[in-house]
């Protein structure tokens, strides 16, 4: 005869909940629900509209030099480098010291003149003299910098923002230029107002997400150094600063109300799993943020209002 086998365990049963276990929950429910996981890492955007502006630039570039001809408007003799680019070929260093197109193809094609907008109500030139640049080294000082702070920016708060930072900070920079009396004997064209915005909207990002950032002293010490540097640039010679100052001045308002984060410690709701409980919720924004926000968007707007109508009532 067979021995009888033996009969299989049986699974161990959990003790059914009380009612005031269903009703409170255990105590290591409760514990557990006082501390929900972090949210996840915020992903990043895939920057286009910076190298789109990038590749824009030198499209525009190109074509003002094709407009230029130098050989045909000047003659072969006055024209820089003539001989490997042709119709391309630079206005001699006498006239254009940046390897560039002659004053004249700039005021044709959309350079910022006093004249032109003011008396003769061309306004469109406060956008299109962005697109333009006085030389190659104009240029190549130009999309250095694009590249490096549009992207970075771009990236990290998407493409509508920085590109309504971006036109903003541009559109300053042209309107500051305009009212500035010196304006009157020369035509300024370039990205460089858009481009000290998105410096100026740094600044006003650390300032904002204060926060947010772990060693703050140094990254204002540092963004302060780069902006005290880049703005003693302005003072050189065939140098547009009121541009310069009129951009950084939009871009930092404009950053004030564009690029405010949720402070340190917040946490979406939607990242908060069913059953948890946040035991010291974090408000989404500080006061100082929302304070922030309304100075700098009324000044943004009568800034903008008051240079208009000088422009119209010179």
């Avoid at 972090?38 to 286009?48: A, E, F, M, R, V």
């Avoid at 990002?205 to 140094?218: G, P, Q, R």
């Avoid at 010490?221 to 951009?247: E, K």
């Amino acid at each position: 005869m067979g021995r009888p086998s033996r009969p299989s365990p049986s699974p161990p049963v959990e003790p059914t909940p009380s009612h005031d276990d269903i009703e409170k929950g255990s105590k290591r429910a409760r514990h557990k629900s006082k501390v929900p996981p972090p949210p996840p890492p915020s992903k990043l955007w895939k920057p286009w509209l910076m190298p789109l502006v990038f590749v824009a630039n030198i499209s525009v570039f190109l074509y003002t030099m094709y407009v230029n001809d130098c050989p045909h408007t000047s003659g072969t003799s006055k024209c820089f480098l003539y001989e490997y680019l042709g119709r391309y070929s630079f206005q001699s260093f006498k006239e254009n010291p940046l390897l560039g197109p002659s004053y004249i193809t700039l005021q044709t094609l959309g350079g910022l003149d006093w004249t032109q907008v003011v008396e003769g109500k061309e306004y469109w030139r406060l956008f299109s003299c962005m697109w333009l640049h006085a030389g190659l080294i104009h240029l190549l000082i130009n999309m250095l910098s694009l590249l490096g702070l549009g992207i970075r920016l771009e990236r990290e708060f998407g493409f509508v923002r920085i590109g309504l930072l971006y036109m903003i900070s541009g559109f300053g920079g042209s309107l500051t230029s305009v009212l500035s009396l010196a304006r009157k004997r020369i035509v300024s064209v370039g990205a460089s107002g858009a481009l000290f915005g998105l410096l100026g909207s740094m600044l006003s990002e650390l300032i904002t997400n204060w926060s947010n950032y772990m060693n703050k002293c140094s990254a204002l010490s540092t963004m302060l150094l780069i902006i005290c540097l880049n703005l003693a640039i302005g003072f050189l010679p065939r140098v547009d600063n009121s541009a310069h100052i009129g951009g950084f001045v939009s871009g930092l308002l404009a950053g004030f109300v564009l690029l405010m984060r949720p402070q340190y410690g917040y946490i979406s709701s939607k990242h908060v799993p069913e059953g948890y409980q946040i035991k010291h919720k974090v408000a989404k924004h500080q006061v100082h943020q929302y304070v922030l926000f309304g100075i700098s968007l009324v000044l943004l707007i009568t800034g903008f209002a008051v240079g208009l109508q000088r422009i119209r009532r010179p």
